[in-house]
C-alpha cells in the first residue's frame, strides 16, 4: 500500500458533501486559492472536472498543473485521491 | 494549423481523435487542456522521429530494419560518415567486411568475423564489435555504424549501446573465439563469455563480478574469525560442575 497522507485517508472516508477544495489531499492554502479563483471553490467541482476527463489520472493531472500552478507530486497526489473517492463512492 | 482557439468544438474533436488523444467532453474547462494536447501532438508530429517514443512498445527488430533499409550499401568506401542515423544494430552483413583477419569470429547474429584484431585493446563493451577496435587511430566513434570496415581503428570505448555486453571486460585476444552459442538469436546476455576451455588468458581480470573486495579475502577473513571464536571457546574455563547444586 503506497504511503498516503492523513489528508487522503480523511478525504477518501466519506462522501465528500461540501468539503471545500483545500480538503482535496495535495491541495494546500495556495493552490486551493488558485483553484477558486478559477471557480473550483469546492471540491465537488474539482470532482466534477475528473469526471469530465474521463476520471484519467495523467489528463487531470496535467490539467491540475496548468490551472493551478501545482508540482507534480501534489498534482498527482489529488489525482491518486479522487481516484480512490471515487472507487468507494462513485 | 494555426488558431486552435478559433476552430469549433467538432473541430477539435476531430482533430483530437485524428490524433489519437482520449478526450471526454470539450467543455469550456477543459477545452484549453485540448488545445494544449493538440498542439504538443502537432508539433511532434512535424519532428522526424529519432527516437523510439517512450510508451510505445520498441522492438529493436522493428527499428533495424528500418535503418537497416537506409543504408542498404555496406559501406565500402568511407561510408556516410556521420549520417547521423541511429545505427541500431549491426546486423547487416559485416561478412564482406571481413578485410583482413578472417577469423571465424561469429560473435552475435552477425558474423563478424573478421574482427579479431588482437592487440588485445580492453575491449570493454562493443557491442556490436564490429569495429575492429583495435588498430590505433581512435576516431572517436561515437556513433557511426556504418563504416565498420575500415573503421576498425575505432576506439570504441564511445560506442554506447547498450547491449549484450559480450567481453564483460576480457581484451580481445586473438584467437578463433566461436561463439557458436551466442550467434543464435540471443542478444541477451552472453555473458557466459566465459568459455570453459577456451585459453582465454585473462578470464575477468578485472571485475568478474561486481564485488569491492575479492571473494579469497573474504573466505580467509572467515576462516580466521572461526578458528579464532574456536580458540577462544576451548579455552574457556569450564565448569565441570553441574549447574544445578544443590544447595544445603
Not at chain 2, 64 to 69: L, M, R
Not at chain 2, 71 to 87: A, H, I, L, N
Not at chain 2, 101 to 115: A, G, V
Not at chain 2, 116 to 141: A, L, Q
Request: aromatic share 10%.
Amino acid at each position: 500500500m503506497s504511503t498516503t497522507s492523513q489528508k487522503h485517508r480523511d478525504f477518501v472516508a466519506e462522501p465528500m458533501g461540501d468539503k471545500p477544495v483545500t480538503a482535496l489531499s495535495g491541495i494546500g492554502e495556495v493552490l486551493g486559492k488558485k483553484l477558486e479563483e478559477q471557480g473550483f471553490d469546492r471540491a465537488f467541482v474539482v470532482l466534477g472536472q475528473y469526471l469530465l476527463l474521463r476520471k484519467d489520472g495523467e489528463l487531470f493531472t496535467e490539467w491540475l498543473k496548468d490551472t493551478s500552478g501545482a508540482n507534480t507530486r501534489n498534482a498527482t497526489s489529488c489525482s491518486q485521491c479522487l481516484r480512490e473517492w471515487c472507487d468507494a463512492f462513485l | 494549423m494555426a488558431a486552435l482557439r478559433n476552430k469549433s468544438d467538432q473541430e477539435i474533436k476531430d482533430l483530437l481523435n485524428e490524433y489519437g488523444i482520449k478526450h471526454g467532453p470539450l467543455v469550456d474547462t477543459t477545452r484549453p487542456l485540448y488545445e494544449k494536447k493538440l498542439k504538443e501532438a502537432m508539433a511532434k508530429a512535424k519532428v522526424p522521429v529519432t527516437k523510439p517514443s517512450p510508451d510505445r512498445t520498441f522492438y529493436r527488430e522493428d527499428q533495424e530494419e528500418v535503418t537497416y533499409v537506409t543504408y542498404q550499401t555496406p559501406v565500402r568506401s568511407e561510408g556516410p560518415s556521420g549520417d547521423g542515423k541511429p545505427y541500431m544494430r549491426s546486423r547487416p552483413e559485416y561478412s564482406e567486411r571481413d578485410r583482413v583477419d578472417d577469423k571465424p569470429y561469429s560473435r552475435s547474429r552477425p558474423e563478424y568475423s573478421e574482427r579479431d584484431r588482437v592487440d588485445d585493446k580492453p575491449y570493454s563493451r562493443s557491442r556490436p564489435e564490429y569495429s575492429e577496435r583495435d588498430r590505433v587511430d581512435d576516431k572517436p566513434y561515437s556513433r557511426s555504424r556504418p563504416e565498420y570496415s575500415e573503421r576498425d581503428r575505432v576506439d570504441d570505448k564511445l560506442y554506447s549501446r547498450s547491449r549484450p555486453e559480450y567481453s564483460s571486460g576480457r581484451p580481445y585476444v586473438d584467437e578463433p573465439h566461436v561463439y557458436n552459442t551466442l550467434s543464435s538469436s540471443s542478444y541477451s546476455k552472453p555473458t557466459p563469455v566465459v568459455k570453459s576451455g577456451g585459453g582465454v588468458v585473462k578470464k575477468e581480470n578485472t571485475t568478474s563480478s561486481g564485488r569491492l573486495i575479492p571473494l579469497w579475502i573474504q573466505f580467509l577473513v572467515f576462516l580466521i574469525l572461526a578458528g579464532f571464536l574456536y580458540f577462544i571457546f576451548t579455552n574457556m574455563e569450564s565448569a565441570e560442575s553441574s549447574p544445578f547444586n544443590r544447595i544445603q
